[in-house]
């Protein structure tokens, strides 16, 4: 291990949170943590997990995971397809009703599902559920799901994981389930899904198989109060001001600021964590589905979910800057052209990211993992990626020379 190399993460990571506020002494919070071969090689904190109360990052900060929650997410259903408790080819509507005679929204009106939306559709982002988006006919209808949400736990009323799923389930379509790509609700309805199956709450699950044998005893869909001191605040950008101010709302119907327990509990972007909880799921993913003798899934099963289960045309929705080479399938994207993804990197290399900036990235060839955490609205930009990306190849190309 060379130290000296991989320093050069610091001053990058340090100068994007000087370049997003005006006061350098006031930076929010990230940290980053780097895997080989399953051992931790490079490790840093940086800013603070809360500036106004001028706490600094420290080892063991909780984070939002926003949609680093979705591998989570998909283990928890390979689970059960291992157990034989679930097919990816099962009707989404053998498990919610809100699923039964759904309806595609056309320019015409409309018109009947060819066929029901499936596990693999909603593994894989091709059932045509969206995330609230009023810039488009189908999503404005679950954009008006998601106000009344926000309504009626206003009004002090529950609103369950399955409850919500069924709705979403209940909305228009998109379009015919399995013909494109399209970032949605999916892992939520699995949360949904994985309840009904195995009769418990979908946290209460992700304890018993996932958090408990991995030894994840900071991750949970919130804090609870004697742990809060350690809980990032999360910022936006204020481009009046050029300065980093609280955040004081959540979208994707989160509630409560992750600080009381969900009656919702998010499989798309619920979860907290900490850089070592999250860590202990990587290392399961890249020894194959086992961490320190406790088997979580079978390499098999691993190597399947990591794998591009998209065919060309449905891959033609996945139109982001930051998905440029990347297939997608098990809720994650894979590398499938890096010679088009405008970073070092390697084929199969797989993750995903979070809405607050996080991003993950495991890579099989090189047996190499990164781990990024920042609490930022929106992220900080695919740039910044780069940049980290970069330079972690290249210095491990050096370290491997000495």
């Known amino acids: 291990m060379n130290q000296k190399i991989l320093r050069r993460l610091d001053p990058a990571i340090e100068s994007t949170l000087i370049s997003n506020s005006s006061n350098p002494d006031g930076n929010v919070g990230a940290a980053i943590c780097i895997l080989e071969h399953g051992k931790e090689i490079y490790r840093n904190e940086y800013g603070y997990a809360d500036k106004e109360k001028k706490v ?24 059960l397809v291992e ?3 679930l097919s990816l080819s099962d009707p989404v509507s053998s498990y919610l009703p809100g699923f039964q005679n759904q309806k595609v929204y056309t320019p015409d009106g409309l018109v009947p599902v060819e066929r029901d939306v499936t596990i693999q559709d909603l593994m894989t982002m091709t059932a045509g559920v969206c995330y609230p988006d009023a810039s488009f006919p189908a999503g404005n209808y679950m954009e008006q799901v998601q106000q009344e949400y926000y309504r009626e736990i206003q009004e002090g009323k529950t609103i369950t994981t399955y409850e919500l799923a069924n709705r979403v389930g209940a909305q228009p379509l998109a379009f015919q389930p399995g013909t494109r790509w399209l970032y949605s609700f999916c892992a939520d309805v699995l949360g949904a899904v994985i309840e009904v199956i195995s009769g418990k709450r979908y946290s209460e699950f992700l304890q018993d198989e996932l958090f408990h044998p991995l030894g994840m005893t900071d991750t949970d869909f919130y804090v609870p109060s004697e742990k809060q001191d350690r809980f990032m605040q999360f910022y936006q950008y204020m481009p009046e001001t050029k300065t980093m101010d609280p955040c004081t709302w959540q979208h994707l119907c989160l509630s409560h600021m992750h ?20 860590a202990k799921f990587v290392k399961m993913m890249m020894n194959g589905g086992t961490y320190h003798g406790v088997r979580i899934l079978g390499q098999k099963t691993v190597k399947s979910m990591t794998k591009n289960q998209l065919s060309e045309s449905q891959r033609a929705g996945m139109d982001w800057t930051e998905l440029k080479g990347y297939g997608y399938g098990s809720l994650m994207r894979q590398m499938i052209h890096p010679e088009i993804a405008e970073s070092l990197g390697s ?11 996080s991003y993950l990235s495991i890579d099989p060839v090189e047996d190499l993992a990164i781990i990024y955490v920042i609490q930022k609205c929106g992220g900080n930009g695919y740039r910044d990626i780069q940049v980290i990306r970069n330079i972690v190849y290249s210095a491990l190309e ?4 000495k």
């Open 56 to 79: 600094p990052m420290k080892p063991d900060a909780i984070f939002r995971c926003y949609s680093m929650t979705k591998p989570i997410t998909s283990a928890a259903v390979m689970i």
């Open 347 to 357: 084929k199969g290399e797989y993750g995903w990211d979070g809405w607050l900036g």
């Open 398 to 401: 050096e370290i491997r020379e």
């Open 259 to 278: 600080l009381q327990k969900p009656d919702f509990e998010s499989g798309g972007a619920g979860l907290v964590s900490t850089l070592d909880d999250y």
């Open 83 to 85: 157990r034989g408790n």
